[in-house]
């Protein structure tokens, strides 16, 4: 079985891009994948501010702390992105050294989505009601794990 890393990296963006149209004619990978995540982080905000049922006080409270999560939270996708790189660079010929820096890098990975996830629901506990902060945790890990089980049926056991 082969692996190919592109189609695991678009696979991981697109999969949470909630059937938008995706035109743009890209110079490059990695242009098409910062195109195709900027679409998704537009349509997951307009998902995320429908399904919160916010009035106007509270959008124009929320917002400006989502728009910063959104920045974090996009590095950590950058993150996930290039340990898939790693992985497929190496699935023919993973070593022990790159196996064991794969599982270090994945669950730091893991650790941080938490951490980010927990630092920003206390930001939001600030300016909405308990109830509304659950269901922002609600729809990331909901959408989080669209995003990762159609990425990890795409990738391949280590050999």
């Known amino acids: 079985m082969t692996f ?8 991981l963006a697109a999969c949470v891009a909630f059937g938008a149209p995706y035109a ?4 490059s990978t990695h ?3 910062q ?5 998704i982080q537009t349509d997951k905000r307009a998902l995320v501010l429908g399904t919160l049922e916010l009035d106007d006080a509270q959008v124009q409270a929320f917002t400006p702390i989502y728009d910063k999560y959104q920045v974090e939270h996009k590095k950590l996708f950058d993150r996930a992105a290039d340990l898939l790189e790693l992985y497929g660079s190496n699935y023919k010929s993973m070593t022990d050294d790159t196996a064991k820096k794969i599982l270090k890098d994945w669950f730091s990975l893991q650790s941080d989505e938490v951490a980010l996830t927990r630092k920003y629901a206390k930001q939001f506990e600030k300016v909405l009601p308990s109830d509304k902060v ?8 909901k959408v989080d794990t669209l995003l990762k089980l159609k990425t990890v049926a795409n990738v391949p056991l280590a050999k």
């Not at 190919?4 to 696979?11: G, I, M, P, Q, S």
């Not at 195109?35 to 679409?39: E, K, V």
């Not at 659950?134 to 890990?141: I, S, T, Y």
Request: glycine share 0%; hydrophobic share 45%; net charge neutral.
């Open 31 to 33: 242009d098409e994948q």
């Open 24 to 27: 743009a004619k890209a110079q």
């Open 35 to 39: 195109q195709l995540i900027a679409q």
């Open 134 to 141: 659950l269901r922002f945790v609600q729809v990331e890990n």
């Open 4 to 11: 190919d890393v592109r189609k695991a990296v678009l696979t």
